[in-house]
């Protein structure tokens, strides 16, 4: 796939089209071969957990910001999030999982408030959602997924930074678990 071809089949300039590229190859979910072509960056379990390490720390500095930063409206969302997360783990709703797990990012993100943080996370959002997307028919326990993410929830409402550490902590612990099975998928 080259960039021309791309601007041509979206009916749009190849600036745009240029602009999203990179912001793709910046978030290493495509790779730019100049004069050659784009081409979708190769999955690679090593590098998901080399990823994870990053996130996790990240993660907790996030949690725990979020928990002492929070304003008294952003607890109610957070209270609000963390059932809905167990709604969708009841009714076993994928698709509303991961409605709810992109708004936990976001919100906890806001309330974190560290841009610095939130940005870095951003970038590893869409590698994390790729690998959910590649595997989340392997995976079948959404409803767990969706515990930790409310448990992390629920502290971030209680402003207890401890307990959100602790449950990122578990969260992450999940997921590097899910990471590691699919090398035997």
């Given at each position: 796939?080259?960039?021309?071809?791309?601007?041509?089949?979206?009916?749009?300039?190849?600036?745009?089209?240029?602009?999203?590229?990179?912001?793709?190859?910046?978030?290493?979910?495509?790779?730019?071969?100049?004069?050659?072509?784009?081409?979708?960056?190769?999955?690679?379990?090593?590098?998901?957990?080399?990823?994870?390490?990053?996130?996790?720390?990240?993660?907790?500095?996030?949690?725990?910001?979020?928990?002492?930063?929070?304003?008294?409206?952003?607890?109610?969302?957070?209270?609000?999030?963390?059932?809905?997360?167990?709604?969708?783990?009841?009714?076993?709703?994928?698709?509303?999982?991961?409605?709810?797990?992109q708004d936990f990012n976001r919100f906890t993100a806001r309330a974190a408030?560290?841009?610095?943080?939130?940005?870095?996370?951003?970038?590893?959002?869409?590698?994390?959602?790729?690998?959910?997307?590649?595997?989340?028919?392997?995976?079948?326990?959404?409803?767990?997924?969706?515990?930790?993410?409310?448990?992390?929830?629920?502290?971030?409402?209680?402003?207890?930074?401890?307990?959100?550490?602790?449950?990122?902590?578990?969260?992450?612990?999940?997921?590097?678990?899910?990471?590691?099975?699919?090398?035997?998928?």
């Open positions: 796939m080259s960039e021309a071809i791309l601007a041509k089949r979206l009916n749009i300039g190849r600036t745009p089209v240029r602009e999203a590229l990179h912001r793709l190859a910046r978030e290493n979910l495509v790779v730019i071969l100049p004069r050659r072509g784009i081409l979708v960056a190769e999955f690679n379990i090593r590098s998901q957990l080399k990823m994870l390490e990053v996130r996790r720390e990240i993660e907790r500095l996030i949690a725990r910001s979020a928990a002492e930063r929070a304003n008294a409206a952003e607890r109610q969302q957070f209270r609000e999030l963390a059932i809905a997360l167990r709604q969708a783990a009841t009714d076993n709703d994928d698709l509303r999982f991961m409605r709810l797990d408030r560290n841009e610095f943080a939130s940005t870095t996370m951003a970038l590893m959002g869409g590698l994390s959602r790729r690998f959910w997307f590649m595997h989340h028919q392997h995976i079948n326990d959404m409803p767990l997924a969706a515990e930790y993410h409310a448990a992390v929830a629920e502290a971030i409402a209680q402003g207890d930074s401890e307990a959100a550490v602790q449950a990122s902590d578990k969260l992450l612990d999940y997921i590097e678990h899910i990471t590691r099975a699919a090398m035997d998928w």
